[in-house]
């Protein structure tokens, strides 16, 4: 009875081992995933008016264009979307790579047109919010819902909030943008990006959404927004 359950243990063990070796095998390469993105990015970026090669780079600095990606503050899908933002932008689904790169396009156009087409504010803004942004632009504090105050000391950085998260993210985008890119659809300069960048593989980059606190302490200035506000991290 003994010899029976280790040898079904054995067997299960390989079993597992084989299936996980099989799905490495099976798994898309970054220039495979980029090929079966490309049509959506492109189609997407041409329905909202927008530059493809900054919702392409989001993609890739989001998720590496994997449709399966889960960050470990909940963010889903290739463009990471928050449930809340999420529902913000009608997407059911974020792993449905057509309808989360159309929401991630339509959340990138306000973006552009909230903070007058400056490309860096409205990546700043995916990662950490528009409120925050809006907050660092201005130097007037924010409350949150949770009673976590953006900017309490009042700075102004131009916009891109002070977090090395954020702006990390920032120079990643900027810097990938500026490079020259080959005709779609090869990505040639996100490949290359990854190979050459290992520590910023593991970054979560994620859109941590939460709403003002219309109930806080009226001392603070609010800053309006028809968006949902973010807190970036601390």
Do not use: W
């Not at 040898?7 to 299960?12: D, E, F, H, I, N």
């Not at 156009?109 to 400056?118: A, N, V």
């Not at 504090?141 to 105050?149: A, F, M, N």
């Not at 190979?195 to 603070?220: G, Y």
């Amino acid at each position: 009875m003994k010899n029976k359950l280790i040898k079904s243990l054995l067997l299960s063990l390989l079993l597992v081992t084989a299936a996980m070796s099989q799905s490495r095998i099976d798994s898309p390469s970054l220039p495979d995933r980029a090929r079966t993105l490309e049509p959506f990015i492109v189609d997407s970026a041409k329905r909202y008016g927008i530059d493809a090669s900054i919702l392409r780079t989001v993609c890739f600095v989001e998720s590496r264009f994997r449709v399966d990606a889960i960050s470990p503050k909940g963010a889903r899908g290739p463009m990471q979307f928050m449930p809340d933002t999420a529902v913000r932008y009608g997407l059911t689904n974020p792993h449905d790579p057509k309808a989360a790169i159309d929401a991630a396009a339509r959340y990138l156009r306000d973006l552009l047109k909230k903070f007058d087409g400056r490309v860096d504010l409205a990546v700043a803004a995916y990662n950490a919010g528009e409120g925050s942004v809006e907050s660092f632009r201005t130097g007037r504090p924010l409350i949150l819902r949770t009673g976590k105050v953006i900017n309490l000391r009042g700075q102004i950085t131009g916009g891109i909030p002070p977090y090395p998260e954020t702006q990390n993210y920032v120079n990643q985008i900027m810097g990938l943008l500026v490079r020259p890119h080959p005709r779609r659809p090869q990505p040639s300069p996100l490949i290359n990006a990854e190979k050459t960048s290992p520590r910023n593989r593991a970054r979560d980059f994620t859109l941590d959404v939460l709403e003002s606190d219309e109930n806080s302490s009226q001392k603070i200035k609010r800053t309006t927004s028809s968006f949902i506000d973010t807190g970036g991290p601390n």
